[in-house]
């Protein structure tokens, strides 16, 4: 009878080991996939659900974006190009925007319906952005240029809907202008 109690206990503890250690091991793997999506996502890209009207037409409510982080690590950002960037007034915030202008680029402060045009340039370290849609977007002709420190990634291609797959349009706006460069 003792005998029986100790095999028993034996395979008691065997048991705990065997799930201790898939236990262990699972939580092992979570570990280093997580660390893997994480790199992933922050050194590479990222999904982005758009929300709001400020990107009409090109980039509409709830279509899907793939946004990717090298262009940005490697300062490659260009005028033209949509970014994703944390918002200067709430950086819980991200905001889907187009670049109008690089740093020492001179940039048109004014509304598209004002009679007389503002300009200013763009400071070193910074960008200028704004929305394709004028009329209905918060962008720097409310908040000023905004640090390129700010940019988390170039959006590079529409993922949703189906219909619309593949990269983006130019600016229906018109608004990119020269830099002090170009002109020169």
């Not at 095999?7 to 979570?30: A, I, P």
């Not at 944390?86 to 319906?113: A, F, M, Q, Y």
């Not at 007389?116 to 929305?131: C, R, S």
Request: hydrophobic fraction near 30%; aromatic fraction near 8%.
């Amino acid at each position: 009878m003792h005998g029986r109690s100790i095999d028993s206990f034996s395979q008691q503890v065997e048991m705990f080991r065997s799930v201790l250690g898939k236990t262990l091991g699972f939580v092992g793997y979570t570990v280093q996939y997580g660390c893997i999506a994480h790199c992933a996502f922050e050194y590479i890209g990222e999904v982005v659900v758009c929300s709001g009207p400020s990107m009409e037409p090109t980039i509409v409510n709830h279509d899907i974006v793939f946004s990717e982080r090298m262009s940005r690590q490697l300062c490659k950002i260009r005028k033209g190009d949509i970014v994703i960037a944390k918002s200067p007034s709430d950086p819980k915030i991200n905001i889907c925007k187009r670049v109008i202008g690089l740093e020492g680029d001179k940039v048109c402060t004014s509304s598209p319906s004002d009679l007389f045009k503002a300009h200013t340039y763009v400071p070193k370290g910074h960008v200028w952005l704004e929305g394709d849609n004028l009329r209905n977007s918060t962008d720097s002709r409310n908040y000023g240029p905004v640090p390129y420190a700010l940019i988390r990634g170039r959006v590079c291609l529409k993922l949703w809907p189906p219909d619309s797959f593949g990269t983006l349009s130019e600016s229906p706006t018109r608004r990119i202008t020269e830099s002090r460069s170009d002109s020169d």
